[in-house]
């Protein structure tokens, strides 16, 4: 089994990577605290420096999501790493695979996500750290544009948040994915032993593989400092998104909207509205909605076209005769009565 190397201070304080140091030191979580850990460079580094900011309060989670054969290595790695450092492991297998018109990506997230909340909850654990990076969270932006995303997409990753009783970390925004594997390497750790790499990671069939070997070394050429000015455009849209669910929690107030109930707003409150804050009150009912409907935490989100008809539809109802039943993300609109409600029909 591969060598697991030893947290220790660098003989050379240079070693230190000051992104990274400075990400650790201003994360404060509550403990005990579970890192979510797929043997990987980021998510070993994330590990190995919590362990050692909070000895005996960190534990580690492994989802083995079963779709690669090196899958049993990330387990294998993880375990070593954990038991060279006294860390205790929580190891859960899923089936990641997807259905039929289901995105691979989503399905693998949305089961993992799954997975490390009813691990933490075994544990007895309320937070979680994740290691997404700068790189993650310029190719998440990126995603985002080329999909035409509103707000919510351009806001990308959020750096924690509340679901299911758990809080959720993600304290390495900031901090390249190159300095990660730096700060390994400076404690004597090389990929094979300190840390595996996911062979997927170079599969190019992948557009997040594309972005990060064709597009990042282009705008590092261009923009050398366009990991930090797009995390200032992501927190500004995230900022910009908050004061629309501000506004969309007041209308919801006027229009009898009980926030994720699948009953939605009065036709007649919404009508007086103003369109665009129609579709605000809406996408934020439709997300509030989903949420709480799925667990898992996968999107539902009204695409353009779906949101312009429902407002169209929401126009032309001016007698109570009106009908609609529309799809709109995982689910439907319809009418009952007075109102607007949302329901996932069975599959």
């Known amino acids: ?88 492991l929580h190891a859960r297998r899923v089936d990641a695979r997807h259905a039929p018109g289901q995105s691979p990506e989503d399905a693998a997230r949305g089961v993992r996500y799954a997975a490390l909340r009813d691990a933490a909850q075994a544990a007895g654990v309320r937070d979680i750290a994740l290691a997404q990076h700068a790189d993650d969270q310029v190719e998440t932006l990126l995603l985002a544009l080329s999909r035409g995303a509103g707000l919510p997409g351009l806001a990308s990753m959020p750096e924690a948040w509340e679901r299911g009783g758990l809080r959720w970390h993600r304290p390495l925004l900031d901090v390249p994915g190159a300095e990660l594997r730096a700060w390994l390497r400076a404690r004597g750790a090389r990929a094979g032993e300190g840390w595996v790499e996911d062979p997927s990671n170079a599969d190019e069939r992948y557009t997040r593989n594309r972005i990060r070997a064709r597009l990042l070394p282009a705008l590092q050429d261009v923009f050398p400092q366009f990991r930090a000015t797009f995390a200032r455009s992501a927190a500004h849209a995230a900022q910009a998104q908050r004061l629309l669910d501000e506004l969309a929690a007041q209308d919801a107030l006027a229009t009898g909207l009980d926030p994720g109930s699948e009953q939605g707003p009065r036709i007649a409150g919404l009508r007086a509205l103003s369109r665009d804050r129609q579709a605000n009150l809406l996408r934020h009912w439709l997300r509030q909605v989903h949420a709480a409907t799925d ?53």
């Open 1 to 88: 089994m591969a060598a697991t190397p030893t947290p220790r201070t660098p003989s050379n304080p240079s070693c230190a990577v000051p992104a990274f140091t400075r990400a650790v030191a201003r994360f404060q979580p509550g403990l005990p605290l579970a890192v979510a850990c797929s043997g990987g460079a980021d998510s070993t580094a994330l590990l190995l420096a919590c362990a050692e900011r909070w000895p005996g309060q960190v534990h580690a989670i492994h989802v083995h999501h079963g779709l690669q054969a090196a899958a049993d290595g990330f387990e294998a790695q993880v375990r070593a790493t954990c038991e060279a450092l006294n860390i205790p």
């Open 295 to 347: 667990p898992g935490g996968g999107s539902a989100n009204a695409s353009a076209a779906q949101l312009e008809e429902l407002l169209d539809q929401i126009a032309a109802c001016t007698t109570r005769g009106h009908h609609i039943q529309l799809k709109v993300g995982g689910g439907r609109v319809e009418r009952r009565g007075e109102i607007l409600a949302w329901y996932n029909p069975p599959a």
